[in-house]
């Protein structure tokens, strides 16, 4: 293919399957994202048309301590899990406040 590049070349057959099954898996992660956030737009709806705030603080520190603990039995480093989630809630915000001044 044209735009390989020499390590893609080069890969061994192992190399090539593992990248598939990584292609995939982010193929799967964004697919999973965009429906969260189709959800979170539709909370973002409901929290303007009652006039909510668009953090619930509460909410957010529970979440990052369950989840903190989900990566922990999954073996993923827990402060990462930690970044990822809290980037994930700051864009909901960011989108909420949005829906609220929009109308
Ligand atoms: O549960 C809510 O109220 C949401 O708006 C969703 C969500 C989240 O993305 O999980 C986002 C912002 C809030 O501060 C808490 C949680």
Do not use: C, Y
Request: cysteine-free.
């Amino acid at each position: 293919m044209p735009n390989e590049s020499a390590t893609e070349q080069a890969a061994p057959e192992d190399l090539w399957r593992l990248r598939r099954s990584l292609d995939n898996i982010d193929t799967a992660l964004v697919a999973m994202l965009a429906e969260r956030f189709r959800v979170t737009r539709a909370v973002g709806q409901l929290k303007a048309r009652h006039r909510l705030d668009a953090v619930d603080v509460a909410r957010e520190e529970a979440k990052v301590a369950r989840l903190r603990e989900a990566a922990t039995r999954a073996g993923l480093d827990e402060d990462f899990a930690e970044e990822f989630i809290r980037r994930v809630m700051a864009e909901v915000v960011r989108q909420h406040r949005e829906i609220a001044q929009k109308g």
